[in-house]
């Protein structure tokens, strides 16, 4: 009788197990991560240029990324080395557009 139980094995490919990454995607992942960490330290370096309620609004954009960053390297480790990437281009066009705008100035 196993009818049910194929039909829905069959609906949900999740439910077999995906290969873990390779070696060295894992690694490069760990190097994205470590990439963000540096990043993170000019988040915080930000702080000499911008107001501080911005600050933390940049702070939990960079926690939030470091989130995503740490679900990626799990899944798709690769995908991990374009976060800090991402969050440098985040900081660079915040914080000129705040220096523009809102006058932000060391």
């Known amino acids: ?4 139980e194929e039909y829905f094995r069959e609906m949900n490919p999740a439910s077999e197990a995906r290969p873990p990454p390779a070696g060295w995607q894992r690694a490069l992942g760990l190097v994205g991560l470590v990439a963000h960490l540096v990043v993170g330290y000019l988040y915080l370096a930000a702080g000499l240029v911008v107001p501080v309620p911005w600050l933390v609004v940049f702070l939990i954009a960079w926690v939030a990324l470091l989130v995503a960053a740490i679900y990626l390297l799990g899944r798709h480790p690769l995908w991990v080395l374009a976060v ?5 281009g985040i900081l660079i066009g915040s914080v000129s557009l705040g220096g523009v705008l809102l006058g932000w100035s060391a």
């Open 1 to 4: 009788m196993g009818g049910a």
């Open 84 to 88: 800090p990437v991402l969050a440098l």
